[in-house]
């Protein structure tokens, strides 16, 4: 009887961690139960000496987190959504496994310390993996209040999940051992970094304003339905038409949204393609245009090139050819331009370890509109406007933080979150761009095929927005901003550290536990 209502006692202390971390997210919750999310379950570790069953309850808390958080992604593929829930709750239980390992065999503070550092660890590794699913990172929390963390500038939104951490761990010593020193200690880590950030927000100025007149385009074409089943070309009339809506003589850049182009665009002859035909009638018509457009292009490969594991073979031919989710630049003078995406979503866009599962890649869908595995490249592209340097990231990669973005002016964001219909996660991939304004100090342009397309200044402000569900173009003249931000030069750096003291206390707590055997 003891056990079983120790047991119940353990879970509710995980599933009561669960749903504050589920009820922090934004357009969930409220941000502010992120700061004591964590603590129910350090009180689980606490009363427990079994790292397993530390591991167990731990995985049900972020089971039911990922669950309710991220449940739209059954949407688009109800496998890889089950997979995702399962594989991310795996990482961060582990971290509760690996914590309480540590402080079983050490210290408590030597574990405060392993379960810090190994958080970051995890988040860290998750950016940089094949099966990378970066939408948690606990710093995205507070992407509807960007003027919180304005410091991101310097820290990136792994500081962020380094402030909640240190957050709870200061919360639930206060809850063991309570004194009033601890409570002004945990005030002042709340509130300083809170202060400084509006300090910053306040006083910030963009310096050297340069403009550029830009066009956003929200075709707002449904992706179940009138995507795939309209012809292609009805479909890009129906955009050219509702371009010319705000297209002025001045207008120097069009933006529209992931796969907005519905013909496969083959890379090796750009101008013989209808749609790119199409749009060169229409900057012939406004000669300072320039367009910037989501596609899925084909490139086919000389016999001589290296093959890939996402090679297609033409039929009958002994042949190949690459598939890739693309950003086209059409400029108004010059040859067309493309970007290849290079973080595919795993088991959506590419089938991780494709020698070991590619045999079942038909399970998985693109949310660009082909199946099977897409190719990549392993670098960023941009684009150039006179002296306005573009980088374009596509859909997924704007979750991401370190870009590689130094030498941009601006950051166009493609996307196409019709495929999670009207739920918070459109919502929550909108305000991470946000977050991302901050940490490059750019002005974020953002074309999406549903919604939210918007215009974002470097201070993370929305200055206009479209509705979610409507077709509609924005016109807005965007600041150009050319220069760098510590965390631009510097990336990712605190979850380099991280990774370096985790491996460390790893080795320290190993060489202590074979001592005491």
Known sequence: ?????????????ALFSGFLLAFSWPFIGFSIFIFVAFVPLLILVSKSTKANEVFLFSFIAFFLFNS??????????????????????????????????IKYSTSSRLGALAFLVMWLSMEYLHLNWLLSWPWLTLGNVFSKTPELVQWYEFTGFLGGSFWIIIVNLLVYNIFKYFNRSKVIALVTLILAPILFSFFIYINFEEKDQQFLDVVIIQPNVNPYTDKFSK???SQLIDFI?????????????????????????????????????????LQNEFPNLNILVGATTYKMLDH???????????????TFYEVYNSA????????????????????????????????????????????????????????????????????????YGEMKLGKSSLIAILTNDGWWKNTAGYKQHFAYARLRAIEQRKSIIRSANTGISSVINSRGDVLIKSNWDEAICLASKVTINNGTTFYNRFGDYIGRISVFISSILLIVSFVKMKLSN
């Open 241 to 281: 038409k509702l371009a010319r809506t705000k297209i002025t003589k001045e207008t120097q850049l069009l933006l529209a949204p992931e796969t907005a182009l519905l013909e496969g665009v083959w890379e090796n002859s750009f101008e013989a393609s209808y749609s790119v035909r199409s749009l060169r009638k």
């Open 1 to 13: 009887m003891i056990i079983f209502v120790n047991s119940m006692n353990k879970l509710f202390l």
């Open 328 to 399: 086209i630049f059409i400029p108004s003078f010059g040859e067309v331009e493309v970007y290849h995406k290079t973080k595919l979503v795993p088991g959506a866009e590419r089938m991780p370890f494709p020698y070991i599962l590619d045999p079942i890649a038909n399970l998985a869908i693109n949310l660009g509109g082909t199946s099977g595995s897409l190719s990549s490249d392993n670098y960023l592209n941009s684009f150039k406007i006179k002296e306005t340097i573009i980088s374009p990231l596509i859909c997924y990669e704007s979750v």
């Open 68 to 101: 309710i958080t991220t449940y739209w992604v059954y949407h688009a593929t109800v496998i890889g959504c089950i997979v995702a829930f399962i594989i991310n709750s795996l990482l961060m239980a582990s971290v509760f496994w690996l914590y309480s390992k």
């Open 304 to 318: 001589a090139q290296k093959k890939s594991s996402t090679s297609r073979k033409l039929r009958n031919e002994n």
């Open 231 to 233: 012809p292609y070309e």
